[in-house]
């Protein structure tokens, strides 16, 4: 077992844990435990985005390491991107857990444990889901196939997760 802290890094939305990965051996080889999570219908999880109606559902997985750490143990939250809304939630669920939460460039939200449901939507930027019909709010947002590529992984190395990303999502 490690002497050092125990960090759970969390990737919001469709980028998933793999983007974590030169992060996770830095902190390894410090003496480090790491955590990198793959949220619901995130990452490698293949659960469908158009069946994770609440928010609860898409962050289960932090809600488990969380939910399952011993008599005083805490951890380092880090979250990039969307990862944000899941820290803010873990927040106010499980603060006597938490050491420290670091928000990298990633979503925050003020005076609430609740995610907002009117967040704005480009749909120049992302393709818009309805899994509960089109009268109710998205279910699901994903990265237009042309915008990823061009924007967001243009200096990953396709064969640590750029070209699944797009391969998976279309």
Known sequence: MSSGAHFVLVHGACHGAWCWYKIRCLLECAGHKVS???LRASGIDLSDANTVFKFQ????????????L??????????????????TAALYKY??????????VAEMIRDTPQVPSDL???KNVFDVY??????????????KKELVQHHYY?????????????????
């Open 57 to 68: 559902e898409y962050n289960q997985p932090l809600d488990d390491v969380l939910s399952g």
């Open 95 to 104: 603060p006597h857990k938490i050491q420290a939460a670091v928000y990298v």
């Open 120 to 122: 704005p939507v480009d």
């Open 154 to 170: 243009q200096r990953s190395p396709l064969e640590l997760g750029r070209a699944s990303f797009i391969n998976r999502r279309g």
């Open 36 to 38: 990198c999570l793959d």
């Open 70 to 87: 011993g008599e005083g143990e805490k951890v380092i939250l880090v979250g990039h991107s969307a990862g944000g809304l899941n820290l």
């Open 130 to 143: 309805y899994g509960e019909g089109p009268d109710k709010p998205p279910t699901s947002l994903i990265y």
